[in-house]
């Protein structure tokens, strides 16, 4: 039972443009959502986060919107760098008390120069 | 640079053999995770612990796979015996569980097995 979804496989985007990953969620008690992202050969990495009680995060190019109605976060990379050809990881917590992580299964996003 | 590290970075063995994959966690840190990732369910958690107590293995096949800390810079997780289906990356993670409701973890490079 996958309580967090990505559903997207992959993504391809020109770079300069826009890259929006999205996950969707299905336990209620999450309130603490992350992103990470993994290079081969390397470990993932924490990107951004975001509180249930805000629906916008924003750190330089990388944005995280989160629509709790919805049960529904998005990334948004802008402008899209060739460096940020990752995969990205999805993950959902409750804060404070035991702070079990659940992460999705990935996307990987492939920024074309 | 304060980083987890984990060895061996890749293991080949035969099905039926233990495997034995080390975690030293950043120094200081209290938590420690270990995951594996897999194509059809991402990352999944096998164990955490917290001050060197295990507090979660649910995610963990009991029969064949131990997780432990014996100090408070080494974990451990052992597979014995192994099969073929145990074929994946296994990352260990730290991070320190303080005040704060949440605090980021550190991943390590992980450790590929390859289980013949």
């Known amino acids: 039972d996958q309580q967090v979804k990505q559903n997207s496989p992959s993504l391809s985007v020109q770079e300069g443009r826009i890259s929006i990953l999205n996950c969707d969620y299905t336990?209620?008690?999450?309130?603490?959502f992350l992103w990470y992202k993994k290079y081969p050969a390397e470990g993932p990495t924490f990107l951004i986060s975001?509180?249930?009680?805000?629906d916008k995060n924003e750190d330089g190019r990388f944005t995280v919107f989160l629509n709790k109605s919805a049960k529904h976060l998005s990334l948004h990379i802008v402008p899209s760098q060739p460096g940020d050809s990752a995969v990205y990881f999805c993950?959902?917590?409750?804060?404070?008390?035991?702070?079990?992580?659940?992460f999705g299964i990935g996307t990987k996003l492939q920024v074309i120069p | 640079d304060a980083r987890v590290t984990q060895t061996p970075r890749h293991k080949v063995t035969e099905m039926g053999q233990e495997v034995t994959m080390r975690c030293q966690p950043i120094?200081?840190?209290?938590?420690v995770f270990w995951y594996r990732q897999t194509m059809m369910q991402g990352l999944e958690l096998l164990a955490y612990?917290?001050?060197?107590?295990?507090?979660?293995d649910s995610g963990m096949p009991k029969d064949r796979f131990s997780a432990e800390m014996p100090d408070a810079t080494l974990a451990t997780l052992k597979i014995q015996p192994s099969e073929p289906r145990d074929s994946a990356v296994y990352f260990c993670?730290?991070?320190?569980?303080?005040?704060?409701?949440?605090?980021?973890?550190?991943f390590g490079p992980g450790t590929r097995l390859t289980v013949l």
């Open positions: 612990f917290r001050n060197r107590a295990p507090l979660d």
């Open positions: 993950a959902a917590s409750r804060s404070g008390g035991y702070q079990k992580v659940t």
């Open positions: 336990n209620s008690m999450f309130d603490y």
């Open positions: 120094l200081g840190h209290n938590t």
């Open positions: 975001i509180s249930s009680i805000k």
């Open positions: 993670a730290s991070g320190f569980r303080g005040r704060s409701s949440y605090n980021e973890q550190f």
